[in-house]
């Protein structure tokens, strides 16, 4: 079946900018998750759902990063005033339980 | 919170060897232990994972094995091939948690 789909797969903004990452989950996983992966580095936490909302967000790095999950599936990860140093691969995964996690591709943010 | 540490960072071995990747953790409360690969370009692939109640675990040629009281916990892999090259990851997730921690990872090159 279809995996966890995240879009766009790269994405180059300017400093200063607003962005939008997308993530479609595995049908009927309840749980979804968002990480930032820097060069060399393993998954960071940034936010948990357990439906629609969000169960744990202690991972968002400051108030400029925040995410939806509106209908208890797609869910978007909104970044404003982007910063150079938010370039990194954003992560997401789905889970039906909250623990076996299955990551997507990432989306490859670049800020200059 | 838990803290993961994963070793070695870089793993070199020639085709057919046997690998080996060790981690340790901090939190004794800690009780789901997954691997996961990836691949350059990809997201974390689940391979194996292993729970506290469980000494050893094996899936063809990959056996991960936990040791509570030393907490540490170890991926084997056997007769290695050129397409387990890439980056492994190790987690842990507290019981009553679902947010893990992962290592820094380890790249295994495996030459042909």
């Known amino acids: 079946g279809a995996g966890v789909s995240q879009t766009p797969s790269n994405k180059v903004t300017e400093k200063g900018k607003y962005v939008e990452l997308r993530c479609d989950p595995i049908?009927?996983?309840?749980?979804l998750y968002w990480y930032r992966q820097s060069l060399g580095q393993g998954p960071e936490f940034l936010i948990y759902?357990?439906?629609?909302?969000?169960?744990?967000d202690s991972g968002l790095p400051n108030d400029r990063f925040f995410a939806v999950r509106p209908e208890g599936s797609v869910s978007t990860l909104k970044i404003q005033r982007t910063e150079r140093g938010d370039s990194a691969v954003y992560l997401c995964?789905?889970?039906?339980?909250?623990?076996?996690?299955?990551f997507g591709p990432g989306t490859r943010l670049l800020v200059l | 919170g838990e803290n993961v540490e994963q070793h070695p960072s870089t793993l070199s071995v020639q085709e057919g060897d046997s690998a080996v990747i060790k981690c340790t953790y901090s939190?004794?409360?800690?009780?789901?232990f997954p691997w996961y690969k990836q691949e350059l370009g990809k997201g974390p692939q689940l391979i194996i994972d292993?729970?506290?109640?469980?000494g050893e675990k094996k899936d063809q040629r990959i056996a991960v094995t936990l040791n509570k009281t030393a907490k540490h916990f170890s991926l084997h892999i056997t007769e290695t091939q050129p397409e387990d090259s890439a980056v492994y990851f190790c987690?842990?997730?507290?019981?009553?948690?679902?947010?893990?921690?992962f290592g820094r990872g380890t790249s295994l090159i495996v030459h042909p």
């Open positions: 292993i729970r506290s109640n469980v």
């Open positions: 759902f357990q439906g629609t909302g969000a169960a744990d």
């Open positions: 995964a789905s889970s039906p339980t909250g623990e076996t996690q299955y």
């Open positions: 939190d004794s409360a800690s009780n789901y």
């Open positions: 049908s009927g996983h309840t749980a």
């Open positions: 987690a842990a997730l507290p019981g009553g948690s679902y947010i893990p921690t």
